[in-house]
């Protein structure tokens, strides 16, 4: 989207949930929450205010693939937790150096027409993340503008956060990251015809997506149509470009199409065979397969 101030004018007198929210785990989902249960009082729409590209990418552009969610991923998790609307505000330079008083003013007043907003408590915003929740309910009252913070959500003892999902990932922990996102985590990306082992195989670039941890892992694939199959995907690093993806049932004319897979359990190698740590019913045909594809 473009910062056109006449595009989001829909979306005045609403209650605005403010924060990256890369990987929308449950911490994020209770700032949503909390935004959608003060609209629904006031009967204001609740939207979802997120930035693109992430604010790290800007400032380290050379870092490691390192997102959770693309942005479209995000707006569509956004919309279907119930929000009523969602928006991409711009991240670049411009936006960066603006201080946090012009920030509320500019986005949160002129373009969003925000009546109030709730974020996480550590949400920092401004040049040089000047501005603390603190600072957002003084400059918010300012404008009119009521602010929240939302304590952060602890989870198995420590808080949810993006940070903590990558580190899951990082470790192959496949169930420790559902339990964190309230979901499988998923990946998407277009999907390209190619053989493994003389076999039809489906390679999907990962583009800036975090890899998890090298190894084999059973997936649930989602493809146009909404059907779905099992399979296995190879991830071999953080170097890695394009995710080969293997299955029982090779789909057919699948080639340029968008594909999502949601990560279902890491293998371990047992006597040269996938054995995967059970996750759900999925599990076992997964494997079967797997060994179908003598992975």
């Known amino acids: 989207m ?44 609740a939207v979802v205010a997120t930035f693109s590209p992430h604010p790290v990418r800007l400032f380290q552009p050379h870092l ?27 991240f670049d330079r411009t936006l960066a150096q603006l201080s946090p008083e012009d920030f509320v003013a500019c986005w949160l007043k002129d373009a969003l ?91 999907m670039a990962l583009g800036d997506y975090v890899r998890p941890r090298a190894g084999r892992y059973a997936i649930q694939a989602r493809l146009a149509g909404g059907r779905t199959m099992p399979g296995v995907a190879h991830f071999t690093g953080p170097e890695q470009t394009m995710l080969t993806l293997i299955f029982p049932q090779p789909p057919r004319r699948i080639a340029n199409q968008m594909i999502s897979i949601d990560l279902v359990s890491r293998f371990t190698q047992e006597g040269g065979f996938p054995v995967a740590t059970p996750a759900d019913d999925r599990t076992s045909a997964i494997a079967e397969g797997a060994a179908a594809c003598n992975l």
């Open 113 to 203: 027409g925000a009546a109030a907003v709730v974020t996480g408590a550590d949400f920092n915003f401004g040049r040089a993340r000047a501005g603390d929740v603190a600072a957002l309910k003084l400059i918010g009252a300012r404008y009119g503008i009521t602010a929240e913070a939302v304590p952060l959500l602890t989870a198995e003892g420590a808080p949810a956060s993006s940070t903590r999902v990558r580190q899951c990932l990082a470790a192959g922990e496949v169930d420790a990251t559902r339990r964190l996102l309230g979901r499988p985590h998923r990946m998407t990306g277009v999907a390209r015809a190619t053989t493994v082992n003389g076999r039809p195989a489906i390679a």
């Open 64 to 90: 490691a693939p390192f997102l959770l969610t693309g942005i479209e991923q995000r707006m569509r998790l956004f919309r279907a937790f119930g929000a009523d609307d969602a928006v991409a505000i711009p």
């Open 2 to 45: 473009t910062n056109d101030h006449e595009m989001m004018r829909p979306l005045r007198g609403a209650v605005v949930a403010l924060g990256n929210f890369d990987g929308f785990h449950l911490g994020h989902q209770a700032v949503v929450a909390r935004a959608m249960a003060i609209a629904r009082a006031e009967n204001r729409p």
